[in-house]
């Protein structure tokens, strides 16, 4: 770690000094400079790791924001394709609105920072990250995590970091930080951990079907260089650092706040009790207007304050029945699922469809097959620029019995990404099964852990569509919560515990290992004990989940909707390609209507047929065979007479091409005129007996007639 004095930069109405810190993190540099760029903010740095550079804003409002019980913190990570080089597509030639990647970024960086900000903020908080630049080897998202942790710690917002993150691969057997791009190409995990220097706080990953042992062995490596992380940004606050502000807090009438406790206690301790989940909301609901009438006249504008004890006291006591009792709000013990069931084939005319209920929870995913063409086109800074296996979740408000409007937020997409991510592991290869997947999941009803329910839908959706997964996935979600010394972990969270526990921790995997996981802690972190006992209640509960599943069904059906669309596959010479397109594409244009198909073409000479009906895919695929086909000797053709002479009749090939079929080969016995056997427009069958030197194909009727004797 090395520290030196930049240049000068400007900095509000003065000259600003820059700071330039230095360290390295995993055998490349990583710079962080303060004060060249964005000073107007509450804190500011350009983080530079190997060419990758990352600008890094944070700004706080002046004044808490009224009316509000909640921490209203917003994170942005702004994708500018000029850092890779690219101008944006469309018609609009500017960035619009964030990708998927874009989204997904912005809450690696929120998810971790979010528990570190002291209780009682109601300051406006917003995180910016800006990439300016983008090396490939260097990808930006941790980049731009370890910066907001840097951003905050030097300006006067309150927060009790830092929070160091990196990402983890495993390739050949050893675990690798911060993989270059040929590094994650051979890996078998895509981690990303970030946590303090005491603990591990949130956890996102990929996996190609690893064990927990292997899982748990890659957070501890990441931990180890995140605590190196914390201890270079430590260093950065010692010197750049600026004194918090106040956080002003509601003062606390020690009377009042008794009689809120006692008038709470005995009753709350009943409502948490309520198994049913929409009667025990009824009945909160009611409580909770119970409590502001009673105190209405005795404490006038207090409402605020009440609905807050309301909540915390819900909280604490919903928190000491499980630690103590080891009962959950529905009755159930720590490690019990819910009882589930499973349901496929429900829509008939879609493709596949599978129902995944869990509780009250359910999760109803739709498979739905196209051509390779309708991949989606990714528009973002990573090398990628098409995807064919897609996963959209969808989270309408009736699914928890609001009003609201129906769209699609940044959880929706998190959603979706995670159960992308849970499957992708499992789908065929392009080759195995030339077809774009999409996957909708329409959670339906919700009462926790919907993410996962849809994952569950989704491999029985994949099965009943016919395809050719490598194994079943299912997922679970997992709780923690942590009051007066004691602990508790929760297999399979309901809404309640999820909303006021400590932790939610996702796994997905087959029956022989993970394929995702994604963790989120509201409390200090976790250590290794703590995390190996939460990943070996969620393999025994997935495990249980797959049973349930694999007796509905565990295989993909042999046969594909009616409705599905069926592909054709030929590998033609590449030189032969400009021939099926046609000048302008004519030739093309006329098959794909003629026949209702869609037809993709590689440079390597690959074509896709996708056909709405296997009688037009085959019709496509035979002509295209026939514009492609070099004749040889020995092959048989069936075409019109084109043209009569006095020595012969020549027949179409097809497709520009034709052979002589001289008047001794028209038929078995000897004739004194073409015409006498056919004429023009006849169709006949002939084979090829020859194709001389200067590519002049002769053929012959009479072999035919002989051969079919």
């Not at 970024?105 to 920072?113: F, N, Q, W």
């Not at 609905?307 to 709000?329: D, G, L, N, S, Y």
């Not at 408000?397 to 959603?415: C, D, L």
């Not at 046609?582 to 047929?609: C, Q």
């Amino acid at each position: 770690m090395s520290q030196v004095t930049g240049c000068q930069a400007l900095g509000g109405d003065k000259i600003k000094e820059v700071r330039t810190f230095e360290t390295t993190i995993a055998g490349r540099p990583f710079k962080v400079e303060i004060g060249k760029l964005a000073n107007l903010a509450n804190g500011s740095a350009l983080i530079s790791y190997g060419e990758t550079m990352v600008l890094v804003t944070a700004v706080a409002s002046r004044k808490p924001k009224p009316g509000i019980d909640f921490f209203p913190l917003t994170v942005e990570f702004e994708e500018k394709l000029y850092s890779v080089g690219k101008i944006p597509g469309g018609f609009i030639k500017r960035e619009g609105r964030p990708s998927e990647r874009a989204i997904l970024t912005a809450r690696l960086i929120d998810r971790p920072i979010r528990p570190l900000f002291p209780d009682g903020l109601k300051n406006e908080v917003q995180v910016v990250a800006t990439v300016l630049s983008v090396d490939q080897d260097c990808t930006p998202d941790t980049v731009a995590m370890n910066g907001a942790s840097i951003a905050l710690g030097i300006s006067d917002i309150p927060f009790n970091g830092p929070a160091g993150a990196v990402t983890v691969g495993y390739v050949d057997g050893k675990y690798v930080i911060n993989p270059t791009i040929t590094e994650k190409e051979n890996s078998k995990l895509n981690l990303v951990v970030a946590g303090t220097e005491e603990a591990v706080v949130m956890v996102e990953a990929g996996a190609d079907i690893l064990s927990e042992e292997i899982m748990l062995g890659a957070i501890m490596y990441g931990h180890d260089a995140i605590k190196e992380i914390c201890a270079f940004i430590n260093h950065i606050n010692a010197e750049m650092g600026k004194a918090k502000f106040d956080i002003v807090l509601p003062e606390v009438d020690e009377a009042f706040q008794s009689a809120i406790e006692a008038f709470l206690a005995e009753k709350m301790n009943q409502m948490v009790r309520i198994t049913d989940k929409h009667d025990r909301n009824a009945a909160l609901e009611d409580f909770e207007l119970e409590l502001l009438e009673h105190f209405a006249a005795d404490y006038p504008g207090k409402e605020d304050y009440l609905k807050a004890q309301f909540k915390e006291i819900e909280r604490t006591t919903m928190r000491k029945m499980i630690v103590h009792e080891r009962v959950r709000p529905d009755g159930r013990v720590p490690s019990e699922i819910r009882q589930i069931t499973c349901e496929v084939g429900l829509l008939p005319r879609t493709h596949g469809s599978g129902l995944f209920t869990r509780g009250l929870t359910q999760a109803l995913t739709i498979t739905t097959l196209g051509a390779l063409g309708e991949s989606q086109r990714i528009d973002g800074l990573d090398l990628e620029d098409t995807k064919r296996y897609m996963h959209h979740y969808n989270f309408p408000p009736f699914s928890v019995g609001e009003v609201g409007m129906s769209r699609v937020n940044r959880r929706a997409v998190g959603h979706g990404a995670l159960g992308e991510r849970a499957l992708l592991p499992v789908i065929p290869s392009e080759s195995d099964f030339p077809y774009t997947i999409r996957l909708v999941s329409e959670v339906v009803t919700c009462n926790g852990s919907s993410s996962q329910a849809s994952i569950c839908g989704s491999t029985l959706s994949l099965l009943d569509a016919g395809v050719p997964i490598k194994d079943s996935v299912a997922g679970i979600a997992m709780g923690l919560i942590q009051e007066d010394g004691k602990i508790e972990i929760l297999s399979d969270i309901q809404g309640m515990e999820d909303a006021l526990g400590d932790m939610d921790f996702k796994v997905a995997g087959t029956k022989d290992g993970i394929t995702a996981l994604q963790m989120d802690i509201k409390v200090d972190g976790l250590n290794r004990e703590l995390l190996e006992k939460a990943m070996d209640q969620a393999r025994a509960g997935r495990l249980h989940i797959l049973e349930k599943m694999n007796a509905v069904i565990s295989q993909p059906r042999a046969e594909m909707s009616p409705y599905a669309p069926r592909v054709f596959q030929i590998k033609i010479n590449p030189d032969k390609i400009r021939d099926v397109i046609g000048p302008g594409g004519k030739v093309i244009t006329r098959i794909t209507a003629m026949y209702n198909v869609k037809i993709d073409i590689e440079d390597d000479g690959s074509v896709l047929i996708t056909a709405n009906d296997g009688i037009g895919g085959e019709k496509a695929l035979a002509e295209i065979e026939g514009i492609v086909k070099v004749p040889e000797v020995g092959q048989v053709y069936t075409g019109k007479v084109t043209r009569i002479l006095k020595f012969g009749a020549f027949v179409e090939l097809g497709h520009g091409k034709e052979g002589l079929c001289h008047i001794s080969q028209l038929d078995q016995k000897r004739i004194a005129k073409v015409e006498d056997v056919v004429n023009i427009g006849d169709v006949i069958t002939v084979k090829i007996i020859e194709i001389d030197d200067q590519g002049r194909i002769n053929v012959s009727r009479k072999v035919m007639m002989e051969e079919s004797k």
